[in-house]
């Protein structure tokens, strides 16, 4: 964020006033790297005003005919002064602590104050006239403010002193020959003021030449990371000597030394494929003759240990001559080997792909935001939907509406992470409208913009295998009710249930009546059209919630639930009556017949199921034996 507002600060600034405007912000936001300039800047300027300090003060010394002897010392503790200054500044610069030191700060300070008092001094305790001394004193005024970066209150402070010290009656004591008139006074007054201008402006002006130094390095900065993020290396191309400037990346990209160099455009071209040095060559000519606007190109270059890698290269002219002639272009290299690289992998990875999907006899659907991006051979005749019709459906308007919730609820779990992959089974619905049960393995590819590889197998056929399996493990195949395994298990739920209820149910045990004497004189299927006519009436007339399974050839069970036997009759009467409407109409050569066995089951009896299964036979047989019944022959009833 600091950053930011620096770089955003140093755009403000155009002028003096825009400085003065955002002064103290700029301040605070560069405190401590201001304290660095500021300290390196004035000891530079410190090493060059003490050799002005030396050759002044020898000066005044040769010439000490016209000073008294009081300035001829104040002239031998300047030249002293100022090379005990020099010698500290060599010192501390060869230690290169003078970058960092507090003491380095103080240094400059002090030997400003001393600098300054010296000039008072020097005009008070002189014997020259007044203006020889003014003249040194505004001089040692101007060359301090000048050559300083100082604060401007720190420099009004000391004029101040200066100033004091001029005027003040102690001067007395050690310059009594000295007194300034009050135009003099003025004149002292106007220096320290002009001194004092020239230091705020010098200190303004340092500010900004540090802000343009900073946002110089900025830009730098920045160039330098764009180049090396992006794998750049840097030429400059002088034309006219031939020469090609390249930077380190430009050089270390092909694994040469890791420093700037300097190639001749042959050393170049020769570094160039053989392949690609015609057309490299026309490149750069049309861009030369203006015949191209840009210059882009790729090409191969060879690398220090022989490789060729693949090169990006984008320049532009800089540097113009007589007539518009090209005299300097500057541009970059960018090494594509990497990406190339990585490019041929996701070819061939993307041909693998493709070879496998395509003749996979697994469908394959990559689904991304629910549309369809890619589909294989298989995918298409699952649905039924062509290539182009399939990129226009989602994937929820083939889902089952049934199925629909599941699947996006198992998707977002893998999107979650809960589950890396998973397998499922739905149904889909196809483009004839017929539906097909799929196992579908989800896999997701990319999490940020959900993206599924969905593995589908049609498994309609085993579906449908394993329904018909579970069908005849409970329907009897002939007539559909129940078979004997199911009813027996459904008779025993139905008994304990009884007993917990504390309540009663029925059971009726049939038997069909001359069911082998049809088979024998007309034939099975005839003897499997009486059953199932016995089996449709009896069904017929029984309640929501009766039971009737097929024990085994002509013999049935029926359940009439929380029935009593009373109850029971009743609805036996009316397959008995359904029975004689049936043969009255019927146009058979025998009269269907059955016989039954009633027997009602209390919650306080102790039986098995077989048990009860057995008396409720051995009641069908003594009706059997009470019913009359006909032989039968050609045309008669049975």
Request: hydrophobic content about 45%; charged content about 20%.
């Amino acid at each position: 964020m600091k950053t930011a507002e620096r770089e955003n600060k140093s755009t403000d600034i155009h002028d003096i006033f825009s400085l003065l405007k955002n002064f103290r912000r700029i301040n605070t936001l560069y405190a401590a790297e201001l304290r660095e300039f500021h300290i390196q800047y004035n000891f530079s300027r410190l090493i060059f005003f003490c050799v002005v300090a030396v050759l002044i003060g020898s000066v005044e010394t040769m010439f000490s005919g016209m000073i008294n002897q009081p300035a001829v010392y104040m002239n031998w503790f300047l030249i002293g002064f100022s090379l005990f200054v020099l010698a500290l500044l060599i010192v501390k610069r060869r230690a290169e602590e003078w970058k960092f030191s507090i003491q380095a700060e103080g240094i400059v300070h002090i030997s400003v104050v001393v600098f300054l008092i010296w000039g008072v001094l020097l005009m008070q305790i002189s014997n020259a006239p007044f203006l020889q001394g003014f003249t040194v004193f505004i001089i040692i005024v101007i060359g301090v403010a000048a050559v300083f970066m100082l604060n401007p209150l720190y420099f009004f402070a000391l004029s101040t002193l200066c100033l004091v010290l001029l005027i003040s009656p102690l001067s007395a004591l050690y310059a009594p020959d000295f007194s300034l008139s009050l135009p003099q006074i003025y004149m002292c007054t106007g220096a320290l003021i002009i001194g004092w201008l020239i230091s705020g402006l010098h200190y303004l002006s340092t500010i900004e030449l540090f802000l343009v130094r900073d946002k110089m390095q900025q830009s730098e900065s920045m160039a330098e990371l764009a180049l090396a993020s992006g794998n750049l290396g840097y030429w400059n191309w002088d034309i006219e000597s031939e020469k090609i400037y390249v930077d380190k990346r430009w050089s270390s990209m092909l694994g040469y030394s890791d420093e700037a160099r300097v190639l001749s455009f042959a050393d170049f071209f020769s570094m160039v494929i053989p392949q690609d040095r015609q057309k490299l060559a026309s490149k750069i000519q049309s861009f030369l003759d203006g015949s191209e606007k840009t210059y882009t190109y790729h090409f191969r270059m060879q690398a220090k240990d022989g490789s060729w890698r693949w090169i990006y290269a984008q320049g532009r002219i800089t540097m113009r001559g007589h007539k518009g002639k090209p005299l300097c272009m500057h541009g970059i290299h960018q090494d594509l080997q990497d990406i190339q690289d990585r490019q041929k992998q996701l070819t061939e990875s993307e041909a693998r792909f493709k070879a496998y999907t395509e003749n996979s006899p697994v469908g394959v659907f990559i689904v991304k935001d629910f549309h369809f991006i890619y589909v294989n051979p298989e995918a298409i005749r699952i649905t039924g939907y062509s290539r182009e019709e399939l990129k226009d459906l989602k994937l929820l308007s083939m889902v089952y509406p049934e199925d629909q919730h599941d699947l996006v609820k198992e998707l977002k779990k893998i999107v979650q992470g809960q589950v890396l992959n998973s397998e499922y089974t739905y149904r889909i619905v196809g483009k004839a409208g017929n539906i097909h049960w799929i196992e579908v393995r989800a896999t997701l590819l990319d999490r940020t913009d959900p993206t599924f590889l969905l593995s589908v197998i049609d498994i309609t056929a085993r579906k449908n295998a394993e329904d018909r399996l579970k069908e005849y493990a409970t329907f009897d195949e002939l007539t559909g009710v129940y078979n004997r395994r199911v009813g027996i298990s459904l008779l025993e739920q139905e008994m304990h249930h009884t007993k917990r209820e504390r309540s009663v149910f029925t059971v009726c045990f049939v038997d069909v009546n001359g069911l082998k004497l049809v088979n024998d004189t007309w034939g099975h299927d005839e003897g499997d059209a009486l059953i199932k006519t016995v089996v449709g009436i009896i069904q017929g007339k029984l309640r929501r919630g009766d039971v009737l399974c097929r024990l085994g050839g002509d013999e049935f069970l029926m359940m009439f639930k929380n029935c009593s036997m009373e109850n029971a009759n009743r609805i036996w009467d009316r397959i008995q009556k359904k029975l004689e409407i049936t043969n009255s109409l019927s146009e058979k050569p025998y009269t269907i017949s059955v016989s039954y066995g009633l027997l009602e089951y209390g919650h306080s009896m102790e039986i098995s199921v077989m048990e009860l299964i057995n008396m409720a036979d051995q009641k069908m047989y003594d009706h059997k034996k009470t019913k009359r019944t006909n032989a039968i022959d050609h045309g008669q009833n049975i």
